[in-house]
């Protein structure tokens, strides 16, 4: 699904960090605020995948990346997590933030 598919392209973040969790949904992403107000909130859910600003890729050449190490992402997205992916690798960073 894509924000403008509910209606919120024009949604502040913290509205659509909500939606997120409540449609138990993994946010994919260049914005990297998303972090900053999981942080914040002290949360652990939605899971985030970050796309890095600097990465190179072409839209279909991330969602290659992210096809070939969603096997290996989803134990941690499954209990709320940000991956962030750039031209370096993936780290990973379980929810809470703060915890």
Known sequence: MHTADYGLSRAGDDEILAR?????????????DF????????????????????????????????????????????VGAIAVIDDRGIRIRRLPIGG
């Open 20 to 32: 997120a969790a409540d449609e138990d949904r993994v946010l994919i992403s260049a914005d990297t």
């Open 35 to 78: 972090g900053g107000l999981l942080a914040a909130q002290d949360a652990t859910v939605p899971s985030v995948i970050l796309y890095r600003r600097r990465t190179r890729r072409r839209p279909h050449e991330q969602v290659m990346v992210l096809l070939a190490n969603l096997t290996a992402l989803e134990a941690d997205l499954d």
